[in-house]
Nanobody, 128 residues
Framework: QVQLVESGGGLVQPGDSLRLSCTYSGFTRESYAIAWFRQAPGKEREAVSCIVNSDGSTYLSDSVKGRFTISSDKAKKTVYLQMNSLKPEDTEVYYC?????????????????????WGQGTQVTVSS
């Protein structure tokens, strides 16, 4: 019943911006985190960003700090990833995922093993 749906990907030129959306449903709790990962073919998924519902803390990977911003609209049950100054290296499939049953030992850096449900992904292509 848990569902996450990504949208907002597309083809843009270097320096352009995109806003990805992750709309979630199927769970009701205070303690959860939603993260964005990205993956290129044949490679491991890479953590990009995370937002923790209980306290609003966020994480951004070093490769996207200063360019990407994560935010949440609880009324819309949507998490956004605002991506500015896009680079060709940002060309990946972007996935959102939810980590349920959070506990204190979990750090802010998203770990694949902590995430229980995933969306299908949305393609971001940055090319001239």
């Amino acid at each position: 019943q848990v569902q996450l749906v990504e949208s907002g990907g597309g083809l843009v030129q270097p320096g352009d911006s995109l806003r990805l959306s992750c709309t979630y449903s199927g769970f009701t709790r205070e303690s959860y985190a939603i993260a964005w990962f990205r993956q290129a073919p044949g490679k491991e998924r890479e953590a990009v960003s995370c937002i923790v519902n209980s306290d609003g803390s966020t994480y951004l990977s070093d490769s996207v700090k200063g360019r990407f911003t994560i935010s949440s609209d609880k009324a819309k049950k949507t998490v956004y990833l605002q991506m500015n100054s896009l680079k060709p290296e940002d060309t990946e499939v972007y996935y959102c995922a939810v980590s349920l049953n959070r506990h204190q030992a979990m750090g802010i850096i998203p770990l694949l093993e902590e995430y229980d449900y995933w969306g299908q992904g949305t393609q971001v292509t940055v090319s001239s």
